[in-house]
């Protein structure tokens, strides 16, 4: 039984983590149809802005280190909305109207762009996060629950009610619905598609960037190819949701979490040994593959008017 | 100045003999190329070359899926690891067998092509993007497997790989040794340069035929508009099965001659990268154009090994090395990527129908184009 409490709580903070991507990814995709491979990138570099700012700071200065900590997150969000914007400007608009996969590959070629940009700048070397937090373990139900991870969850959690709230009381927010459903009749209204697109970026990236922050306090050290697995996970639990719906990716990155961790604590047992946690991925992608053959379009896929 | 050139060319394409005299030039051009790029560039870039001719093979497999058929197949390179690790397992000390090569190779077709139906059975309701995603996981899972199948029973080895496999021996010639021949030493990837250029050659053939049969325009069709693809009595299903079964087979085939090549092969070398490196030669050379295909293969494979001399280049400018020319190598391909698709959105030679519908500047037409490629069910 505490195993099985264990494996939710892991569950439900992995999956708050890939959400949180993979809001950024179906954001834009609700927008662009466009598959944003370079998502990934922009929370790694996140997580190494964060990390540059409370190295030099933790140094420097004699600020008290919760406060440290929040300048860090400011300075990662800040810097990837601008990351996103820049992003958009540099690979996406100049091909607008050209064949659908073109985008695709200038996506893959920014993506490997960042990454190398990452490794001149900070190295190849695996950056761990500073001691700042002090962790502090709880027990619930047989299992154990740091203070951290209640932190994570509960802030995924509150970033999410924003976004939705955004997205639905908010007059921007009606105008991304509106240019989602279709850009040219937004236009037509008043909208211009140019800024929502640009402010979908910049969202997606400030997501990424608190996503990328969380990652390297949780799981451990920030390297410059942490982006590419971590924004193919969160790109699966978009889709796995529907992607370009924003409730299906919030439920995607939850569910595809849970998956993630139950099939890693249990898939020894299921195949009587002969798979181990190293499987953990194929568990993943499998149960991904499942789902999209007898949903093809994702577990919230249809309601197509609720794409923002 | 092209369109001059271009147009001076269909002129002078009335007359048989330039027409053969073309042939004659190139074929002898492709015989030489080896001695040549050996005595000038040195070696080391035949066997470039050697790689840039297996990846043609795997861009033009992946052509069909892609660029005939329309469906996104992001795990191609799973196909190109049955290939490889077959041949590894059936020849070389792992379980101690020695098979030829001939009849490693046409298994390895078919077991692709087997996997290849594997795949897209279960997926033929997918459209655009999810298709994109479980190709993608399907890849994702074969390398793992791949990665991990060394425990309880060792089948491939693990992370470590399986080295020592059999060099590619045809009619007696081990391709793996030198000979002399004439007072001239024909060093082993010469060799295989001959033999993956002949290999290259037949799967052009079998692409050419096949882009204007029946088969190929029902795949032209599927991709453009399925509905009314199946309306003029196409099976859908069987047809785009098929496309699955050929890309992956020759994947299949070029993965078996990478292994006899290379000698040693470990789950590394079949990443998710290496499956979106061949989606980039193709969309880059031009998506459903077989010249286009190849060029976009070969500029993907020269171009990150000439950035090797960027350290040269560093040394004559600034009068030393600056950057290390291996953590540029990559930055700089990415941005060629990007500038690439700006300047050339259909890619670098984009196929005739493609070509049209730019030219015509007719947006609805392109427009169509954009929704009917990758279109989600709405």
Known sequence: MDIFVQQLINGLVLGSIYALIALGYTMVYGILELINFAHGEVTMFGAMICLAILNALLLHSGLPPLLILGIGLVGAIGFCMVLGYALERIAYRPLRHAPRLAPLITAIGMSIVLQNVAMLIWGKKFLSFPDIIPIQRFTIAGANITNLQIVIILLAILIMICLWLLIHRTRLGRAMRATAQSPELASLMGINPNTIISATFMIGGALGAVAGVMVNAYYGPAHYTMGFMLGLKAFTAAVLGGIGNITGAMFGGLLLGLIESFGAGYIGQLTGGFMGSNYQHVFAFFVLILILVFRPSGLFGERVGERA | ?378
């Open chain 2, 1 to 378: 100045m092209i369109a001059k050139l271009q147009s001076k060319w269909q002129h002078a394409k009335q007359d048989r003999r330039v027409v053969y005299a073309t042939w004659i030039v190139l074929a002898l051009l492709l015989l030489l190329l080896p001695f040549v790029t050996g005595m000038t560039l040195g070696r080391g870039w035949v066997r470039i070359i050697d790689f840039a001719l297996l990846y043609i093979m795997l861009a033009l497999g992946l052509n069909i899926v892609v660029g005939y058929a329309g469906l996104l197949d992001l795990g191609y390179i799973a196909f190109y690891a049955v290939g490889a690790y077959l041949y590894a397992l059936l020849a070389s000390p792992q379980f101690g067998l020695h098979w030829p090569v001939w009849a490693i190779l046409p298994l390895g077709a078919l077991t692709a092509g087997l996997f290849g139906v594997l795949l897209g059975a279960p997926t033929l309701k997918l459209r655009g993007d999810y298709l994109a995603i479980v190709t993608l996981g399907f890849g994702e899972i074969v390398r793992i497997f791949l990665t991990n199948l060394n425990a309880p029973y060792n089948i491939t080895n693990g992370p470590q790989g399986i080295s020592r496999i059999d060099p590619i021996v045809i009619a007696g010639v081990d391709l793996h040794r030198t000979y002399h021949l004439f007072g001239l030493s024909i060093p082993s990837t010469y060799l295989y340069y001959y033999l993956f250029l002949s290999f290259c050659l037949a799967i052009i053939f079998v692409c050419v035929r096949l882009q204007d049969s029946r088969i190929g325009r029902a795949w032209v069709a599927i991709r453009e508009d399925e509905i009314a693809a199946s309306a003029m009595g196409i099976n859908t299903r069987n047809i785009k099965l098929l496309a699955f079964a050929m890309g992956a087979s020759f994947g299949g085939i070029s993965g078996g001659l990478f292994a006899g090549f290379q000698g040693f092969i470990s789950p590394e070398s079949f990443t998710l990268f290496e499956s979106i490196i061949v989606v980039c030669m193709i969309v880059l050379g031009g998506m459903g154009n077989i010249t286009g295909v190849i060029l976009g293969a070969i500029l993907l494979t020269v171009f990150p090994e000439a950035l090797r001399y960027l350290g040269e280049l560093q040394r004559l400018v600034f009068g030393q090395i600056l950057v290390d020319p291996n953590d540029l190598r990559l930055l700089i391909f990415g941005l060629a990527l990007v500038l690439i698709m700006i300047f050339r959105p259909s890619g670098l030679l984009p196929s005739v129908r493609r070509e049209r519908e730019f030219a015509a500047d007719n947006s609805s037409v392109l427009e169509q184009e954009q929704e009917s490629l990758y279109d989600q069910q709405r």
